[in-house]
């Protein structure tokens, strides 16, 4: 157990829905990290905060976008979901910014958009 | 340009015996940390091992190991005494540290498919 959470495990949803995916990071973590796997495209990463403020963005489309709340936890809105969508989004959590920490990553939320 | 290559799609490597996984990777940043993960069937990602750019000495983790080669921009991981729940996809990672908006984050390869057979 890494100490991440991440809910849901599992979402069918149908195309143009709405869906909110929720992470909870290690106790004492203050970098949130969301990441998009799937087949085609590998591992991407998608967008970071640190301590409520966003830090870094990556392959992030203009149809998603996240949050980091004060109690830390963290959420990823994907909004006018196509097929395309449909991956592994994970989630991770690390203490601070700088490189030498582990990241650690929750189980992953499957969303597969129908 | 990759940040990260593993040029190995699929190894099979046999219960018991040892087995080299290759990373290589793209950086121009003097201060950087390697990372393998496991990933099961299941999905979950699950840390192995980390190498830090200034680390003397290679990381060691139970029966992983990161055969660290820095000149050849190499970070293989080596998994010792191989046991059929070994059998996962691995990706090595890696985090640049003094790179302004991308600090932070990890660059993944693509994977390698390891099957290890009794």
């Not at chain 1, 100490?3 to 979402?11: N, R, W, Y």
């Not at chain 1, 590998?42 to 976008?65: H, T």
């Amino acid at each position: 157990d890494s100490g991440v959470t991440q809910t849901p495990k599992h979402l069918i949803t149908a195309t143009g829905q709405r869906v909110t995916l929720r992470c909870s990071p290690r106790s004492g973590d203050l970098s949130v990290y969301w990441y998009q796997q799937s087949l085609d495209q590998g591992l991407q990463f998608l967008i970071q905060y640190y301590n409520g403020e966003e830090r870094a963005k990556g392959n992030i489309l203009e149809r998603f976008s996240a949050q980091q709340f004060p109690d830390l936890h963290s959420e990823l809105n994907l909004s006018s979901l196509e097929l395309g969508d449909s991956a592994l989004y994970f989630c991770a959590s690390s203490v601070g910014t700088w490189g030498e920490n582990t990241i650690y990553f929750g189980e992953g939320s499957w969303l597969t958009v129908v | 340009a990759q940040k990260i290559t593993q040029t190995q799609p699929g190894m099979f490597v046999q219960e018991k015996e040892a087995v080299t996984l290759d990373c290589t990777y793209d950086t121009s940043d003097p201060s950087y940390g390697l990372f393998w993960y496991k990933q099961p069937s299941s999905g979950e990602m699950i840390f192995l091992i980390y190498q830090g750019s200034y680390d003397q000495q290679n990381a060691t983790e139970g029966r992983y190991s990161l055969n660290f080669q820095k000149a050849r921009k190499s970070a293989n991981l080596v998994i010792s005494a191989s046991q059929l729940g070994d059998s996962a996809m691995y990706f090595c990672a890696m985090r640049e540290v003094d790179r302004g908006s991308t600090l932070g984050r990890l660059y993944f390869g693509r994977g390698t498919q390891l099957t290890v057979w009794p």
